[in-house]
C-alpha cells in the first residue's frame, strides 16, 4: 500500500528560461505584454536622458581654458567652476591660510573614519578626539590664535562654510536635542510643556524666518552693544532649528526601549541620571542613528537657505560667480555643480545611514 | 465549467494532479519530480521536516507559487499562466495559513464576505447570511462584527477556515494552521477541521499533529528534500515506515511529544 | 538607627531635599521662573531698544495704504494706491495656499505614482524611479528651485518666439498662456449643469454601492462620474448655444496679454516643490505598502480576489495607516518650503508681507510675529488633524 | 553711544548692498570696493586714521533697515533714498546725500521703446522693499498704465531675470541702472530711457537717537565735498595743511578744534581725505568717466559748477 | 546602618512587612488592605488569578510603583518619599523580572558588574571577580563575554538572577520568572531557585509553578481581586485550601497542568 521513493533525485540546475541572461530578463522585464511596453518606453527614456546629459556634461563641454572665451562647445562650460575654483571651495579665505582648512578637513576625516568605521574595536579615544579634541582645534586652526593669523569669518564661505555650518550645527543640536526629548518625556509638568512648546514652535515655521530673526532680529532682543559675530548667530538659528528636529527622532529612539529596562536598571539601584546614561540613552540613540543621519542630511540641504541671511556658502559663492560680469549666462553650470556636490554628500550619507541600519540590524539578530 | 461539464470528466474523481512537477528558487531545486494525485473527498497530511518543501508543494497548487516544469492539474483544469484559469483554480481551493492572514482593517464578517461580494458578486445579504452560518459552524457566531486584533489566535484560525469556506471551495489546503497556536487553542482549531473532513471535503494538510492525521488522514505524506520519499494510509505510515528517513523523522517529533 | 515600625503611623518628616516630589516641585519651579526671567529680560531687552531706536509699535500699520505693486493678486483685488498692508498680508496668505495646496496635489501624484513605480517588478521602471528619488531627495530644495527659475525657464523661447501649442496656448520665458472664458447671458445654466452632474455623481456612487449589496454586480462608478461631470455641462452649453466666449491671449507690444496665464515664478515653485516633495512621498508610499506583510496579499489572491482588487481592498486601507502621518508631515513641510519663494520673485507671504512691507513700515517684530503665527497655525491645524486621523483609523487591538 | 561702541571693538560695522559695481561690490580679493563703501573708509580714517578698521555687512534692500535698528551695522551706506517715512517712522536719521539721483527705466534697444510713456502692458523687474517699487506704482497710475512686477530680492537677481527676458523692463535709480548696464555682456544693446519718475536722494543713515554719531557720519560726508570746493585732495592734503586760507586749516585741523567737537582728533578730515580721497575723487575713482559705468557728474556736480551739491560750511 | 545595629534591633528576625498597605492606579483600587510579613530567610510563593495585584504588590516593594495608604518597612527600613531610603532598599533588595529585562547593549558581565561599579563602587577587578562567582553558580561562566541576544531564554533569566546577586541583596524579588521560557528551560531555572532558596535567601516568589512551591516554598500566599485570601503552608494550601476561590483557582491550574 505504502509507495516509497528509495533513490533521491538528483539536484539539477533550473531550466535555461529561469536563470542567466535570458531568464533575468523574461523575469525582470518581459514578463508580459504590459511590462515589455513599460519596459520599451522606459529603455526610450533613459536613452534620451542619457544622450542629453552625457552630452551636456562630458561630450559637448568645455573643461581646458581659463576666460569665458574658451567656451566654445554647445555644452557645459566647466571652465567657470574651474576658475573660481579657490573662490567656490573656501570663499575669500586667503590664499596663504587656506592650508588651514585642508589640514583641518584631513584631520576630520581621519577622526570621521575611526569613528565611524569598523576598523577600530575601541572607538574611546577616537570620539574623545572627534567631538572634544577636533572641534577646539578647529577653531584655533580656521580662525586664528596661538601664532596663527586671525581670518575674520566674513571672509570664510564656499564650501568650506557649508561644511562648517552643518557641523557645527549638528554638533550642538545632538546634545541638545538629547535634552529636549528627555524634557518631553518627563514627568514633570512644567518641563515637558515647555518643552513641547519650544519644539513645535521651532519645527511649526519655515527655517528662514529663524535664520532672519537670528541674523536681524537678535540684537534687538539683547542689551544694547551686545553682539554677536553673523556666523554665530546663523549657527545658533540652524541648531535650534535642527535641535527641535533631533528632539523628535532621539524621542522615538527612548520610545522603542522597552519600560522593563529602566525598571531593572532601577531596581539594581540606579539612579535615574546613572539608568539613563548607562542603559537608555546608549540603546535609544543607537536605534536613532539611522534618523539622526537622516535629520543630517536634511541639515546639510539646508544650510543653502543662509544665503538669505548673506552668508556666502557654496550655492551662494557660486551664484555670485553667474552674476559675474565675465562668466553671465552660465547658471546652469553653476547649479548643476552645486547640485552634484550636495547630491555627492547627502547620498554618501543616506548610503552609510543604510548600511548602518542594515548593521544594526543584523546585530540585533543574532 | 459547470457541474454538468465537469461531470462528464472522465477523470471527476480526481481532485489534485501534480505530474513529474520540479520548482526552483533561483538556482535551488527546492521541488523533484512531485507525482502527487489527490481524489475527490481524499484527506491528506503532509509531514516531513523544516525546509523540506511541504509549504512550496501546496502553495504551488494554488499557484501562489509558480512551477517550471511538470503539470499541476486541479479540478481538471491545468495550472498555466493563464490568468483566467489560475483565477478559476483559486475559487476552487481555499487556502488556511499559519499565521492566519485576515485582514486586519475589516470586522471578521467583513472578512468572510469580502471575496464572495467582489469575486463571485453574491449580494451582500446573501453573502453575509452565508457568512454567519460558516461562523456558526466553527462555533464564533458571536465574534462576527468584532475585529481580528481582539480574537485570540484560536479563534482567529478559525475565522480563517471560515473565510475560506465562504468562497464554497471543493479543495481546501492547510499550511500548518495549529503551528503558531498556544497549546490550549489548537485543539478548537484540530476539532473544526475534523469536522470539516468528515464532511467529505478534499484535503490536503501540512500538519504535525500526528494525533490529528492518525484520526483524519486517508493517506500521510512524507516529504524530505524536496521530495515525496512516502505515502501510506496513517496507521500503516506511524507503524511501519518504510524508509530510513521517516523512521528517524517519526522517532523524531515522537519523542519530542 | 532603630525604628521602632509597628509604633508609628506617619513616619517622620523626610527632609525635603530627599524627597522626589520635593525635588520635583523645586525643579519645576526654577525652571518657570529661568523661563519667564530669560521671557522678560528678552521683552525688556526690546522694549528699551525700540524706545531707544524710537520704532513704532503696533498693529495700526496693517491698515496703512501699502503702496506697492503685487505680481500675481488672486481672488482679491488690489490696487496699489487703496489697498493696504493688510491686504498685501491676504494676498499674501493666499498666495501661499494656492502654491502649497497645487502643489500638495502634484507632489501627491509625483510621490504615489514613482512609489508605486520603485515596487514594479520591471528593473528598469524600477531604477528610474530610484534615481528620480535618490536624486531629488539629495538636492538642496533651494538649488532645485533656483535651477528650474534661472536655467530651465528661461531657457523657453522668448514671447516672440512662443511655443504655440493649437492657436490659442502659448509657451514662452513669461509663462504658459491660455484663453480665458468669459461669461455671456446663460451661462449660469452650465455652472448649474455642472453642480447637478456633481450632485449626481454624489447619487451614483451611493447607487452603484447599494446595488452591489443587492444584486453583487459592481458598476463602474468611477468612468461613469467622470462622464457625467464632463458631460452634463458640455450638453448644456451646446443646448444653450455656447453662452460664452473665449478671450485668446494676444501678443502686444511687450507681453501676451489676455487670457489666463501661468507665472515661470509659480510654475517653478510649483514644479520644484511638486518634484522634491514628490520623491520624499514617494518612499513614504513604498514603505507603506512594504509595510502591509505579504501574506496578506497572498491570503487574498488564495481568495481569488484579482491583484488590482487586492490592492484596492486589502493593501492600500492598509498602508494608508502606514502612510498617512509621515504624508501630513511632507505637506506640513512643503507648506513651510513655499516660503523659499522669496527666492525666484513668487509673491508670498514670506516674499511680500516679511519682506516688502516689513521694509517699507520697519515693524520687524510684529511682521515677524504674524508671519510665523501664520506658519504655526498651519502646522498645529494639520497636526491636529493627523491625531484625529490616526485615532479614528487605529487598528482595533484585544 | 556708538562711537564708544565703535572705538571699544575698533571697527566699524557699515551696512552696504549684497553688490552694485561702482557703489558697492567685492572685488575678486573679496575687498569690498565702491562709492558707498569709500563713504564708511572716510568715516573709519576720520575716527581711526585708518581706513580699513571698516566691516561690512552686505545686506538686501528688504534686511537693511531691520539690520539698522536692531544695531547689527552702525552706518547704513547703500544707496538708500531719503524719504520722510524713512526718516522719521523707522527711527533713522539720514545724515546727508552723497548721490542725488531719480528712478529710471532701462529696455532692450530691439522693442524699440524711446519713452517711458510708451510701457503700458510691460513687464517690469524690481529689486523688493525699495523706494522703487513706490515710485514705479504711482507713475504708471498717475499715467494710466499697467504694468506686471516681479520682485527680486538682490539686484544680481533682478539683472539676471532682465537678462533672461522674463520681463521687459529694469527700473531702479538711475546709478543703478548704469551701473547694472556696465555689467552687461552687451551694454551697447540696452538704452536708459530719458524719462527720471522721482527724486532719488541717496545717502547714509544712522539710528536716530545717537545725534553724536549721526555728527560724524554728516560731517565726514561733508568733509569730502568741502575738500573738493576747496582744493584739497589726496595728494596735496599735506601740503595744504599749511595753507593759510582758514577755512582750509579749519578743515584740516591745524586750527580750531572742529576735530574735538565731534569728539575725534583734530586730524579728521585730513585722514579722510587723505587716505580716501575728497568727493570728486571717489565720484571718478569709481562711476566717472574712465570706469565701466561712465556716469556724468550731472546734478552731483558741486553747485559752484552748475549742481546741487552744496555742503554746509564746516567752522 | 551597619549589621552591628540590625543586631540590635528587635525585628532583625523581620524582613519585610506590610502594614494595612492600599495602592490605587488612578481610580482603581488595585491593592486593598494588604498585610504580610516575611521573616527573614523566608520562602514565600504568591499565586492567584491574573489582574489579581500579584506583581504590583511585589513591585511595591521596592518602590517600582507608589503606595498610597499603610506602610511598608524592608529590613527595618520604611518606604517613604525619601529617595535616600528608597536606594538604600532598592540596594538591599534583588528583582528578577518576567522578560529579563537584561540590557541587551552590554556582555553578560557587563550586565553583572554595572551596578556594583556604578552604585557600591566597587572596583571593577573585584566586581568582575564577584560576576564571574555568581555566573558560575547559576552555571553559566563561559557566556560571560557574549551579549544577551545570543542566550537562550532560560539561560537569559539565570544571566538575570546572577546580576540581581552581584549587589548581595537580603532579600529576592522573583515576579513570574519563568512564565516567559520554553517548558525545556523552565527547570533549569527553576533550579537555580531552588539552591538560592537552599542557601536561605528571603524570597519572595510570584509564581504558578506548583511544583516549586511544593518543594521550596515556606508558605503560599493567594491573591484575588487585590487581596490576600489566604496563606498557608504548601502541603496544608494545597490539599486542603480554605476559601472557594483558592479552591477554585487550585482546580483551574491543577486541570490545566
Ligand atoms: N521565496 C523563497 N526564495 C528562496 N528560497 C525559498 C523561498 N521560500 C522558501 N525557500 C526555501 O525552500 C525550501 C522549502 O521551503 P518550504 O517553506 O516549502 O519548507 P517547509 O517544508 O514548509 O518547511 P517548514 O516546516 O519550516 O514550514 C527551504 O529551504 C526554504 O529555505
Ligand atoms: N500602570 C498601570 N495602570 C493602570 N492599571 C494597571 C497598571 N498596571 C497594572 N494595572 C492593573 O492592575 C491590576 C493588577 O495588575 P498586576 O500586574 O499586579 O496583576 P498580576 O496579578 O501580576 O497579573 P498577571 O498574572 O497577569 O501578571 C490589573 O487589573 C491591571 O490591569
Ligand atoms: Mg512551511
Ligand atoms: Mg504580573
Excluded at chain 1, 518643552?195 to 521651532?202: A, H, K, R
Excluded at chain 1, 525598571?263 to 535615574?272: F, M, Q, R, T, V
Excluded at chain 2, 494525485?37 to 525546509?51: A, F, L, W
Excluded at chain 4, 563703501?37 to 581706513?51: E, H, K, L, N, Y
Amino acid at each position: 500500500m505504502a509507495i516509497v521513493k528509495t533513490e533521491r533525485h538528483p539536484e539539477l540546475p533550473p531550466p535555461v528560461s529561469q536563470t542567466g541572461v535570458i531568464g533575468w530578463l523574461r523575469q525582470n522585464l518581459f514578463s508580459n505584454w504590459w511590462n515589455t511596453i513599460l519596459t520599451l518606453v522606459s529603455l526610450y527614456v533613459v536613452w534620451e536622458a542619457m544622450s542629453a546629459l552625457i552630452g551636456y556634461t562630458i561630450i559637448n563641454a568645455n573643461f581646458a581654458g581659463t576666460t569665458r572665451e574658451d567656451c566654445t562647445g554647445t555644452g557645459a562650460c566647466w571652465v567657470f567652476i574651474k576658475a573660481r575654483f579657490g573662490q567656490n571651495m573656501y570663499g575669500f579665505y586667503p590664499e596663504a591660510e587656506r592650508w588651514r582648512i585642508n589640514v583641518g578637513y584631513v584631520l576630520g576625516a581621519v577622526g570621521l573614519f575611526l569613528v565611524l568605521s569598523d576598523v577600530i574595536k575601541d572607538k574611546k579615544w577616537p570620539a574623545v578626539f572627534l567631538f572634544v579634541v577636533y572641534p577646539i582645534l578647529c577653531y584655533f586652526l580656521f580662525y586664528g590664535g596661538f601664532g596663527l593669523p586671525k581670518v575674520e569669518t566674513s571672509e570664510w564661505g564656499g564650501l568650506f562654510l557649508t561644511l562648517v555650518l552643518a557641523s557645527v550645527s549638528i554638533f550642538v543640536a545632538l546634545p541638545l536635542g538629547i535634552v529636549l526629548a528627555l524634557g518631553r518625556r518627563s514627568d514633570m509638568p512644567v518641563v515637558r510643556m515647555v518643552c513641547v512648546g519650544f519644539i513645535e514652535l521651532i519645527r511649526g515655521v519655515p527655517l528662514i524666518t529663524v535664520l532672519f530673526m537670528a541674523s536681524v532680529m537678535l540684537p534687538l532682543f539683547l542689551p544694547e552693544g551686545m553682539n554677536f559675530d553673523k556666523l554665530i548667530r546663523a549657527l545658533v538659528g540652524m541648531s535650534l532649528f535642527s535641535a527641535a528636529y533631533m528632539a523628535e527622532v532621539i524621542r522615538g529612539g527612548l520610545q522603542a526601549i522597552p519600560k522593563g529596562q529602566m525598571e531593572a536598571a532601577k531596581s539594581l539601584g540606579l539612579g535615574y541620571w546613572q539608568a539613563m546614561g548607562l542603559i537608555i540613552l546608549p540603546q535609544a540613540l543607537k536605534i536613532s542613528i539611522p534618523a539622526i543621519v537622516n535629520t543630517f542630511i536634511g541639515l546639510f540641504k539646508d544650510t543653502t537657505l543662509v544665503i538669505i541671511i548673506g552668508l556666502l556658502d557654496l550655492l551662494s559663492v557660486i551664484k555670485s560667480g553667474t552674476t559675474d560680469k565675465n562668466w553671465l549666462g552660465l547658471a546652469t553650470e553653476g547649479y548643476v555643480f552645486v547640485a552634484a556636490v550636495f547630491w555627492v554628500f547627502c547620498f554618501g550619507m543616506s548610503r552609510y545611514s543604510i548600511w548602518l541600519e542594515n548593521k544594526l540590524h543584523t546585530g540585533h539578530k543574532r | 465549467m459547470n457541474n454538468a461539464a465537469k461531470a462528464s470528466n472522465k477523470q471527476d474523481d480526481i481532485a489534485i494532479q501534480l505530474i513529474g512537477m520540479h520548482k526552483w528558487y533561483g538556482e535551488f531545486h527546492v521541488l523533484r519530480d512531485i507525482n502527487l494525485t489527490v481524489n475527490r473527498g481524499e484527506r491528506i497530511v503532509v509531514c516531513g521536516p523544516s525546509g523540506s518543501g511541504k509549504s512550496t508543494m501546496i502553495r504551488c497548487i494554488n499557484r501562489l507559487e509558480e512551477h517550471q516544469q511538470g503539470q499541476i492539474i486541479v479540478d481538471g483544469i491545468e495550472l498555466t499562466n493563464d490568468v483566467k484559469k489560475i483565477d478559476e483554480i483559486r475559487r476552487e481551493v481555499g487556502m488556511v495559513f499559519q499565521h492566519f492572514n485576515l485582514f486586519p482593517h475589516l470586522t471578521v464578517l467583513e472578512n468572510c464576505t469580502l471575496a464572495p461580494i467582489w469575486v463571485r458578486k453574491t449580494p451582500k445579504k446573501e453573502a453575509e447570511a452565508t457568512a454567519m452560518q460558516f461562523l456558526e459552524r466553527v462555533k464564533i457566531p458571536e465574534q462576527a462584527h468584532k475585529y481580528p486584533g481582539q480574537l485570540s489566535g484560536g479563534q482567529q484560525q478559525r475565522v480563517a477556515i471560515a473565510r475560506s469556506l465562504c468562497m464554497n471551495p471543493r479543495i481546501m489546503l492547510f499550511d500548518e494552521p495549529t503551528s503558531a497556536l498556544d497549546p490550549e487553542m489548537i485543539s478548537e482549531v484540530l476539532d473544526t477541521m475534523i469536522s470539516l473532513a468528515e464532511d467529505g471535503m478534499t484535503m490536503i494538510c501540512v500538519t504535525h499533529e500526528m494525533g490529528f492525521a492518525k484520526t483524519v488522514a486517508d493517506r500521510v505524506i512524507f516529504m524530505d528534500g524536496g521530495e515525496i520519499i512516502e505515502q501510506a494510509p496513517p496507521q500503516e505510515f506511524f507503524e511501519n515506515p518504510q524508509s530510513e528517513r521517516t523512521q528517524l523523522f517519526l522517532s523524531q517529533i515522537l519523542h519530542n511529544a | 538607627m532603630a525604628v521602632d515600625a509597628l509604633g508609628r503611623q506617619g513616619g517622620d518628616k523626610v527632609s525635603l531635599w530627599r524627597d522626589p516630589k520635593a525635588r520635583a516641585v523645586f525643579f519645576q519651579i526654577l525652571v518657570i521662573t529661568l523661563f519667564l526671567a530669560f521671557v522678560f529680560y528678552v521683552g525688556n531687552n526690546t522694549v528699551e531698544n525700540l524706545e531707544k531706536r524710537g520704532i513704532a509699535s503696533g498693529f495700526g500699520f496693517l491698515s496703512e495704504p501699502a503702496g506697492f505693486g503685487i505680481g500675481i493678486v488672486l481672488l482679491l483685488d488690489y490696487n496699489a494706491q487703496t489697498s493696504t498692508h493688510g491686504d498685501v498680508l491676504l494676498i499674501g496668505i493666499i498666495n501661499t495656499v494656492v502654491v502649497s495646496l497645487s502643489g500638495i496635489v502634484l507632489a501627491t501624484i509625483f510621490g504615489f505614482v514613482f512609489g508605486v513605480l520603485r515596487l514594479s517588478k520591471n528593473w528598469i521602471v524600477n531604477k528610474i524611479a530610484a534615481v528620480y528619488i535618490e536624486v531629488m531627495r539629495n538636492i538642496p530644495l533651494l538649488v532645485q528651485l533656483l535651477f528650474w527659475y534661472f536655467a530651465v525657464l528661461s531657457v523657453l523661447p522668448t514671447v516672440r518666439d512662443s511655443i504655440k501649442i493649437g492657436e490659442n496656448v502659448a509657451i514662452n520665458n513669461r509663462g504658459i498662456y491660455f484663453p480665458s472664458v468669459i461669461p455671456e447671458a446663460g451661462f449660469m445654466v452650465i455652472v448649474v449643469a455642472l453642480v447637478v452632474a456633481i450632485a449626481g455623481a454624489v447619487f451614483l456612487t451611493r447607487w452603484a454601492h447599494k446595488r452591489q449589496d443587492k444584486t453583487g454586480q459592481a458598476f463602474p462608478v468611477f468612468w461613469s462620474c467622470v462622464g457625467l461631470i464632463i458631460g452634463l455641462p458640455v450638453l448644456a452649453a451646446l443646448v444653450t448655444g455656447m453662452p460664452f466666449s473665449f478671450e485668446t491671449p494676444n501678443l502686444g507690444r511687450f507681453n501676451i496679454s489676455g487670457g489666463w496665464v501661468l507665472e515661470p515664478e509659480f510654475l517653478a515653485l510649483w514644479l520644484g516643490l511638486s518634484i522634491y516633495t514628490g520623491a520624499f512621498i514617494a518612499e513614504i508610499v513604498r514603505g507603506g505598502i512594504n509595510s502591509v506583510s505579504h501574506g496578506q496579499t497572498e491570503a487574498a489572491h488564495s481568495l481569488g480576489i484579482r491583484p488590482g482588487l487586492t490592492m484596492r481592498l486589502v493593501i492600500l486601507p492598509q498602508a494608508l495607516r502606514v502612510i498617512v502621518p509621515p504624508l501630513t508631515s511632507q505637506y506640513l513641510n512643503l507648506t513651510k518650503n513655499s516660503s523659499l519663494a522669496t527666492a525666484i520673485g513668487y509673491a508670498d507671504l514670506t516674499a511680500i508681507f516679511a519682506g516688502t512691507t516689513l521694509n517699507q513700515t520697519g515693524q520687524a517684530i510684529e511682521v515677524i510675529a504674524i508671519t510665523m503665527a501664520f506658519y504655526l497655525g498651519i502646522s498645529l491645524l494639520i497636526s491636529m488633524f493627523m491625531n484625529w486621523y490616526n485615532r479614528r483609523i487605529a487598528l482595533v487591538e484585544r | 553711544a556708538t562711537l564708544d561702541d565703535v572705538r571699544a571693538k575698533g571697527f566699524i560695522q557699515c551696512g552696504v548692498t549684497t553688490g552694485l559695481a561702482g557703489f558697492a561690490a567685492p572685488n575678486d580679493k573679496g575687498v569690498w570696493e565702491g562709492f558707498d563703501v569709500d563713504i564708511c573708509r572716510a568715516m573709519s580714517s576720520a575716527i581711526f586714521g585708518d581706513p580699513d578698521k571698516v566691516k561690512y555687512t552686505p545686506t538686501t534692500a528688504k534686511e537693511r533697515f531691520t539690520a539698522l535698528q536692531s544695531g547689527e551695522i552702525d552706518v547704513l551706506a547703500r544707496n538708500t533714498t531719503w524719504t520722510l517715512s524713512r526718516d522719521v517712522n523707522l527711527g533713522f536719521e539720514f545724515v546727508g546725500v552723497n548721490y542725488y539721483d531719480g528712478q529710471g527705466f532701462m529696455v532692450k534697444k530691439s522693442l524699440g521703446v524711446k519713452s517711458a510713456k510708451e510701457l503700458d502692458g510691460a513687464r517690469v523687474c524690481i529689486q523688493s522693499g525699495t523706494t522703487t517699487e513706490l515710485n514705479l506704482a504711482d507713475y504708471f497710475a498717475a499715467n494710466g498704465m499697467k504694468y506686471d512686477s516681479v520682485l527680486f530680492d538682490t539686484s544680481d537677481e533682478v539683472r539676471e531675470a532682465y537678462i533672461k527676458d522674463t520681463c521687459d523692463v529694469y527700473t531702479t535709480d538711475q546709478s543703478g541702472l548704469y551701473s547694472q548696464r556696465s555689467v552687461l555682456a552687451d551694454p551697447e544693446n540696452h538704452v536708459v530711457l530719458p524719462e527720471i519718475i522721482s527724486k532719488e536722494p541717496l545717502g547714509p543713515l544712522v539710528r536716530h537717537g545717537d545725534n553724536a554719531w549721526g555728527d560724524i557720519a554728516r560731517w565726514t560726508l561733508n568733509a569730502l565735498i568741502i575738500a573738493e570746493e576747496l582744493g584739497i585732495n589726496s595728494s596735496n592734503v599735506d601740503e595744504m595743511k599749511s595753507s593759510k586760507n582758514p577755512e582750509i586749516a579749519r578743515l584740516l585741523g591745524t586750527s580750531g578744534d572742529l576735530g574735538s567737537q565731534l569728539g575725534l582728533g583734530p586730524e579728521w578730515a585730513a585722514n579722510a581725505i587723505k587716505q580716501v580721497g575728497n568727493y570728486g575723487e571717489i565720484f571718478e575713482k569709481h562711476l566717472g568717466a574712465g570706469t565701466p559705468l561712465n556716469i556724468a557728474r550731472g546734478l552731483n556736480q558741486l553747485w559752484s559748477k552748475g549742481g546741487i551739491l552744496y555742503a554746509p560750511p564746516a567752522r
